[in-house]
């Protein structure tokens, strides 16, 4: 995050039809790309490249993209004929998101004017699936989108494909910082870290707890001090019959935590933490209101040592981070069941690390005893989150490869208080029912712990998988479980 990234546009043509027609197909282009960047819809800025005709150029343009650290990908368009075994060298060394936008200049067919100079001109319809096939043959992973440049839909399309591009470079450098291993004993939190940095290009490291506590406990009076009232500030306070000074106090231990792992992340280029209850030597607390903070500042998080949601977390975080508006991104655990018929959905939670982004109201901080653990109290941020659809997603490990499950789902508002529950909640319902949204991602071994987004949708994660040459399935209301288990079985085949 933080790149100014931006996308290459690059039409292909020939030099078949003369000056004229180049000139011509020069002019169009710069006009959709101009017409693209005032949109107002597109995230990123998107570069006019020359015309390209030949091999050499078609080459040349394809390693300069892979060279510029600013590009996050190419789009590419035939505004006439280009002859695809020109695009066989170029496609074969470039590196980057591709994105084939199949549109046209005019939207309509000029009827009383046309002739065959006219289609000579404008044939995408002939060049893009010329285009299209030597991308097919050669089995390279793209985007296709069809329809009329100036159309809002396609334009809302490619923004959503600019996003998945981002977290695709993004997705490649991606730092999870391990301060506690695996919760003893579970197994779907587990995985192959040698096998993810090949596969993601994460970097999955391991410190002893202590080293980041010592971090903690060098943090300055002054600091804790000023960023509690940043917190008394920002959120309401649950004294709940508490002390008010012991209340102060357990607060301020999670503002040197915020405070030290922050501090620890960035002197050591880290984008994501997983803790470990189990494994707190040289904290006070279980990590809690620390960790929504860091969360909310676009770090990945995942608990009991669940580094591939961590990762999957900060991967949605720098996904949505262009997105206008936008809604929230956080972990999550599936907790407990509504099974009344009519209100059926999962309430979800975590025992403290839920991402203040999603709340739907003014957060409150409460401290409450941890049921799990040997340590004080821990001060937490407590809400309800807002009502809307999202993308629920668990990336697992099945031994020999990973599988990406993605869960439309929907929150429904939190009308009925739970005064007695610590923690910050969502109410959701999955895709396509409780019964079998619930049975689909059993089936296809989903885990508890998710990475959740209003922000994203389901059709980016997927993208994003197939970039990445995994498998996704989707749960959405077009599943059944008939359907569902074959293609798991399908899958196993493909994907071994
Ligand atoms: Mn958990």
Request: contains cysteine; aromatic residues 10%; proline residues 3%.
């Amino acid at each position: 995050m933080g790149k100014k990234y931006q996308f290459w546009f690059a039409t292909g043509s020939q030099d078949l039809y003369g000056e004229e027609c180049l000139r011509v197909v020069a002019e169009h282009s710069a006009k959709i790309v101009e017409g693209l960047n005032q949109s107002g819809i597109l995230p990123y800025e998107i570069v006019l490249k020359p015309t390209l005709i030949d091999n050499n150029s078609i080459r040349k343009t394809f390693n300069d993209a892979n060279a510029d650290e600013n590009c996050a990908g190419v789009i590419t368009w035939m505004h006439t004929f280009s002859p695809a075994k020109s695009w066989i060298l170029g496609l074969q060394e470039y590196r980057k998101p591709l994105l084939h936008l199949h549109t046209q200049f005019n939207e309509e067919i000029p009827y009383d004017t046309i002739d065959m100079d006219f289609m000579n001109t404008n044939q995408s319809a002939h060049g893009d699936r010329e285009f299209g096939h030597i991308v097919s043959r050669m089995g390279i992973e793209r985007k296709v989108i069809v329809g009329h440049w100036a159309n809002q839909e396609v334009q809302k399309r490619i923004a959503s494909w600019m996003l998945t591009a981002i977290g695709i470079m993004e997705s490649s450098h991606i730092r999870v910082l391990r301060v506690g291993d695996n919760m003893r004993n579970v197994a779907v939190t587990e995985g192959d870290k040698v096998e993810a940095h090949i596969k993601f290009g994460w970097e999955i490291d391991a410190y002893n707890i202590t080293d980041i506590a010592e971090y903690v406990k060098s943090v300055s009076e002054s600091d804790v001090k000023a960023l509690m009232e940043e917190y008394y500030a920002s959120y309401d306070i649950l004294l709940e019959g508490r002390d008010e000074d012991e209340f102060r106090k357990h607060v301020a231990v999670q503002a040197a935590i915020e405070i030290g792992f922050e501090k620890f992340l960035q002197e050591k280029n880290y984008h994501a933490i997983v803790t470990n209850f189990e494994m707190l030597s040289g904290l006070q607390q279980l990590p809690g209101l620390a960790i929504q903070r860091l969360m909310q500042k676009g770090y990945g998080f995942g608990g009991e040592g669940d580094w591939k949601t961590a990762a999957m977390v900060r991967l949605m975080k720098v996904m949505t981070a262009g997105v206008k508006d936008a809604k929230g991104t956080s972990f999550m655990e599936d907790y407990t069941y509504n099974l009344m018929q009519g209100k059926q959905g999962i309430l979800q939670a975590h025992m403290l690390e839920v991402c203040p982004s999603i709340a739907d109201v003014k957060p409150a901080i409460k401290v409450s005893p941890l049921t799990m653990g040997n340590r004080e109290d821990p001060a937490r941020l407590v809400f309800t989150s807002k009502p809307g659809k999202g993308v629920a997603t668990s990336l697992v490990d099945l031994g020999n490869r990973f599988r990406l499950l993605i869960n439309e789902v929907e929150c429904l508002p939190q009308d009925i208080p739970m005064p007695k529950l610590p923690v910050a909640t969502a109410f959701w319902k999955p895709e396509p029912s409780l019964e079998v949204g619930a049975e689909a991602w059993i089936l296809a071994g989903g885990a508890h712990h998710t990475a959740f987004s209003y922000d994203v949708t389901a059709e980016q994660m997927g993208d994003w998988a197939a970039a990445m040459g995994i498998e996704a399935v989707y749960i959405d209301k077009d599943t059944t479980i008939r359907n569902f288990k074959n293609e798991l079985k399908w899958n196993s085949i493909y994907y071994r």
